[in-house]
């Protein structure tokens, strides 16, 4: 049987008090849909359905590249209404896994587990109905798991339709479910809107199963935020601290020292080598790898960055997009943008920006400079107060510093430009024409002193 996957995204939100749609709120740098989709690729199927109404405009613009069919919910009357919407366009002899995109943590092997579930044992029997569930010491807001007296699945009720007794039930539905085509096609058109919320539930499909003696299997989640959906901010924040802890711990069992295990966000792929030390407060997005001893401080950002072995970032920079090579030194207060590129051994001080600024070997920029569109060589020594003048309202130019160059404090290199291999540019200088190779380079000012020159003074009373 073929495996297609309906994941619910049309539900507007209206506990996440917020203009975007919920299930593009974020959770550790990634929309929730996002984390639900990256898990459903993982099954392979051989189709994914997602289910859009509330501003589902938008919702197909954040994904417009991903392979997945979108199907529309123009009216939100209820789970079973949704997945009918999404069956004309699925085989009916394929199995039908059901996800819901605000349940962002859910698990890849409790989801093969739940598919494997759903797989008749041989092609005349009845394919079973297979739930995921769980038991949860406070289960408010789940549907409960009916048992008969046999211990067999009978339904499930919803919470606002249950009684005390039922609601006392701790053994719940997660809202996934993996069934046959063919048996959707006859159950969901039975639905009723005959409860509280005047919707048709999808769970109520459970009780036409076990009345036709259809097998119903199921998956039990360990823990509970693999199963836990976000309504609200307070939930979304909750999975997010969880989320973080986990990846705070493997990077401790894999050899990297954090200061504070509370206080690291990782929102995207973070790998690091062995004996790296991190300091509270850091945020890495996107793609970042640290290599091996390197010491990273206080509120710090990276974003996209390499990092090679025996690096150090002082605290309170930001890395973007760049690539630093080993035993370099960068901060505190420092900027690097992207496109900079580092070789070994290099120092970037205190508030220096770099921006496209490509550096050999052993060469530093110790404070106070911006060095945009810049390639600079081995050995070069750029002075505090250094800027390059890189855009002339219009274009971007360029500026090269050879080999073993020392750029005087307080220069600026109004590109393009080009300092020769060796040369000196004397401290205050505004060099518009390329230098040649060694000497020094300056412009002159003559200075002047006014001795009868007088400093105002404010008159006091």
């Known amino acids: 049987m073929s495996l297609h996957l309906v994941i619910l995204a049309a539900g507007n939100g209206t506990r996440m008090r917020s203009s975007t749609p919920k299930v593009l709120h974020k959770l550790a740098g990634k929309p929730m849909l996002e984390r639900v989709l990256d898990t459903a690729k993982a099954l392979k199927p051989d189709g994914i359905h997602v289910i859009i109404g509330y501003e589902g405009e938008r919702i197909q613009q954040a994904f417009q590249d991903r392979p997945v069919h979108w199907v529309w919910q123009q009216e939100q009357l209820g789970t079973g209404h949704a997945v009918m919407q999404a069956l004309p366009h699925i085989p009916d002899d394929a199995r039908v896994l059901v996800l819901s995109a605000d349940v962002p943590l859910i698990q890849l092997d409790l989801l093969q587990a739940l598919v494997a579930q759903a797989q008749p044992n041989s092609p005349s029997r009845q394919a079973p109905l297979a739930l995921l569930l769980a038991f949860l010491p406070n289960p408010t807001g789940l549907g409960r798991i009916i048992r008969d007296v046999n211990g067999r699945i009978s339904r499930v ?25 063919s048996d959707l096609a006859v159950w969901l058109p039975k639905l009723s809107d005959s409860n509280v919320q005047k919707e048709y539930y999808l769970t109520d499909i459970m009780g036409m199963a076990a009345e036709e003696n259809c097998p119903i299997t199921c998956v039990h989640a360990p823990a509970s935020w693999m199963i836990q959906g976000v309504n609200d901010r307070v939930q979304l924040e909750g999975l997010e601290r969880i989320w973080q802890e986990q990846r705070a711990t493997e990077l401790l069992m894999s050899g990297v020292t954090l200061a504070d295990k509370s206080r690291i966000d990782i929102r995207g792929e973070l790998t690091c080598g062995q004996d790296v030390y991190l300091e509270p407060n850091i945020i890495f997005e996107g793609t970042v790898h640290i290599g091996q001893n390197c010491r990273i401080g206080a509120n710090c950002v990276l974003k996209n960055v390499t990092l090679g072995d025996h690096t150090v970032i002082e605290a309170h920079s930001v890395l973007d997009d760049c690539v630093i090579g080993e035993f370099c030194k960068i901060g505190p207060f420092a900027r690097i943008r992207p496109g900079t590129i580092l070789g070994d051994r290099c120092k970037i001080g205190n508030f220096v920006e770099t921006k496209k600024a490509v550096f050999d070997t052993d060469s530093q920029a110790s404070h106070l400079s911006y060095l945009g569109d810049v390639t600079i060589g081995q050995k070069v020594n750029i002075g505090a107060g250094t800027i390059t003048c890189n855009y002339d309202g219009v274009n971007k130019h360029q500026t090269v510093i050879e080999d073993g160059a020392f ?54 009373e």
């Open 157 to 181: 009720i919803e919470e606002k339709d249950a009684t005390e007794a039922q609601r006392a039930i701790k053994e719940v539905y997660s809202g996934t479910c993996c069934a046959a085509a």
């Open 407 to 460: 750029i005087g404090s307080d220069t600026q290199l109004v590109a393009p430009v080009t300092v020769g291999k060796n040369a000196t540019i004397g401290a205050g200088s505004s060099i518009r024409k390329s230098v040649p190779a060694g000497g020094l380079t300056l412009t002159i000012s003559k200075q002047h002193t006014l001795s009868d020159w007088m400093r105002p003074v404010k008159n006091v």
